[in-house]
Antibody, heavy 116, light 108 residues
Framework: EVQLLESGGGLAQPGGSLRLSCAAS????????MTWVRQAPGKGLEWVSA????????YYADSVKGRFTISRDNSKNTLYLQMNSLRADDTAVYYCAKDLRYSYGWGQGTLVTVSS | EIVMTQSPATLSVSPGESATLSCRASQTVSSNLAWYQQKPGQAPRLLIYDGSTRATGIPAKFSGSGSGTDFTLTISSLQSEDFAVYYCQQYDNWPPLTFGGGTRVEIK
């Protein structure tokens, strides 16, 4: 069974940084592309970023390009999202998801709140 | 960027009835469309991919149709566990992957 467990969310000040982690189990992590999707409170889903199975290629939404960095450590079965220069509109639940084009497995999400 | 538009925003349905949800793309996405269900406080769950293929474990009461720019998700004989928000998402032309704004299916 696919299990994805996000961590690292919390309260950050505008302009601050956070690093999210997503620990994967139940599947061969190194064989799958991975994705981050976020959901602002009471709003819909927004794709944030994705990374290929080897980590060689990454993709970003325009809203986070230049501020967020996706990475992975296949030896640790873990996906990361380094978030810098945080803004109030980055406030959301951040989900990691297995696969890239469409996602069979999702974590339960971690809440990021950006506020002074 | 391909814009996905879902209608209606809210659909009120009585238990036992069927629901028809629509999703329209701003340009063709071929059959590269997925549907997700999300219940309050939960992560989305994949229902349909490639426009009409049910994901593993998804009951036949959920069916997807369409191609190009117009898609439909039909849910037959709604039960209490089916009342949720449903999202469509295109993966034909990316990045970015884009989602519709969602349709809330509520009890009438």
């Amino acid at each position: 069974e696919v299990q994805l467990l996000e961590s690292g969310g919390g309260l950050a000040q505008p302009g601050g940084s956070l690093r999210l982690s997503c620990a994967a189990s139940g599947f061969t992590f190194r064989h799958f592309d991975m994705t981050w999707v976020r959901q602002a409170p009471g709003k819909g889903l927004e794709w944030v970023s994705a990374i290929t199975e080897t980590g060689d290629t990454s993709y970003y939404a325009d809203s986070v390009k230049g501020r967020f960095t996706i990475s992975r450590d296949n030896s640790k079965n873990t996906l990361y999202l380094q978030m810098n220069s945080l803004r109030a509109d980055d406030t959301a639940v951040y989900y990691c998801a297995k696969d890239l084009r469409y996602s069979y497995g999702w974590g339960q999400g971690t809440l990021v709140t950006v506020s002074s | 960027e391909i814009v996905m538009t879902q209608s209606p925003a809210t659909l009120s349905v009585s238990p036992g009835e069927s629901a028809t949800l629509s999703c329209r793309a701003s340009q063709t996405v071929s059959s590269n469309l997925a549907w997700y269900q999300q219940k309050p406080g939960q992560a989305p769950r994949l229902l349909i991919y490639d426009g009409s293929t049910r994901a593993t474990g998804i009951p036949a009461k959920f069916s997807g149709s369409g191609s190009g720019t117009d898609f439909t998700l039909t849910i037959s004989s709604l039960q209490s566990e089916d009342f949720a928000v449903y999202y469509c998402q295109q993966y034909d032309n990316w990045p970015p992957l884009t989602f519709g704004g969602g349709t809330r299916v509520e009890i009438k």
